[in-house]
């Protein structure tokens, strides 16, 4: 993708996928599902889910899996509150620049 994308958005993006489970998901998926629509590399995107941890928008806890502990993030109040913040943004972002390339003829 030629675009950049900017903290904010890849902070909206982690947390629209951490989301969708409310027992929440584990780092490596939410890697893979970020991965279906960005190209980001692992090492970008666990330092994203230790600041939104940080922000305590995301809460931590590890489950016992095959031997190993996987590392969960769940969603907390504040972390929904910035998620609808980000949802609103990109709605009136979008819709802007969507307008721009409508009225450009593309």
């Known amino acids: 993708m030629v675009f950049n994308t900017g903290s904010a958005l890849l902070d909206g993006i982690v947390l629209a996928v951490v989301s969708r489970d409310v027992q929440g998901t584990y780092g490596y998926k939410i890697t893979q599902d970020v991965r279906q629509v ?20 995301l809460e931590v806890y590890d489950v ?3 031997g190993r502990v996987r590392r969960y993030y769940k969603m907390t109040e504040k972390g929904r509150v910035q998620l609808n913040l980000y949802k609103s943004e990109w709605y009136l972002y979008s819709q802007k620049i969507s307008k721009i390339f409508e009225e450009a003829g593309i």
Do not use: F, N
């Open 38 to 57: 960005l190209e980001v590399s692992e090492s970008t995107l666990y330092p994203v889910l230790r600041r939104l941890q940080k922000e305590e928008c």
């Open 64 to 66: 016992p899996c095959d």
